[in-house]
């Protein structure tokens, strides 16, 4: 059971990245998938989840409108297209997977974690 999150850097307000995450195909085809994040300080907080097949999405309001989450079952990869950044986006980011197929906001509906990507977005 693995997870490997990628993508982050340093960025400027306003600028993009593109966060992937590759899972062992066994703990991916079936499960929902989350991105999280943590800032210094901070608690974890959720970012946005995707279901089994894609077929539902969500995300926290602070991120609606400049996240989108999509993933491909092919390649055991979850993304996160991250528009408009802004400081208050700073932070490690997450993935992990869920223990059913469907997605949720409350980490402890996932079981595996990866090891987490650094975002800093400059002012």
């Known amino acids: 059971v693995q997870l490997q999150a990628s993508g982050g850097g340093l960025v400027q307000t306003g600028g993009s990245l593109r966060l992937s995450c590759v899972a062992s195909?066994?703990?991916?085809?079936?499960?929902?998938m989350g991105w999280f994040r943590q800032a210094p300080g901070k608690e974890r907080e959720f970012v946005s989840a995707?279901?089994?097949?894609?077929?539902?999405?969500g995300y926290a309001d602070s991120v609606k409108g400049r996240f989108t989450i999509s993933r491909d079952n092919a390649k055991n990869t979850v993304y996160l297209q991250m528009n408009s950044l802004k400081p208050e986006d700073s932070a490690i980011y997450y993935c992990?997977?869920?223990?059913?197929?469907?997605?949720?906001?409350?980490?402890?509906?996932?079981?595996?974690w990866g090891q987490g990507t650094l975002v800093t977005v400059s002012s």
């Open positions: 992990a997977a869920g223990r059913g197929s469907w997605w949720s906001r409350d980490a402890y509906n996932y079981a595996y």
């Open positions: 995707i279901s089994w097949n894609g077929s539902s999405t």
């Open positions: 195909r066994r703990m991916f085809s079936n499960n929902g």
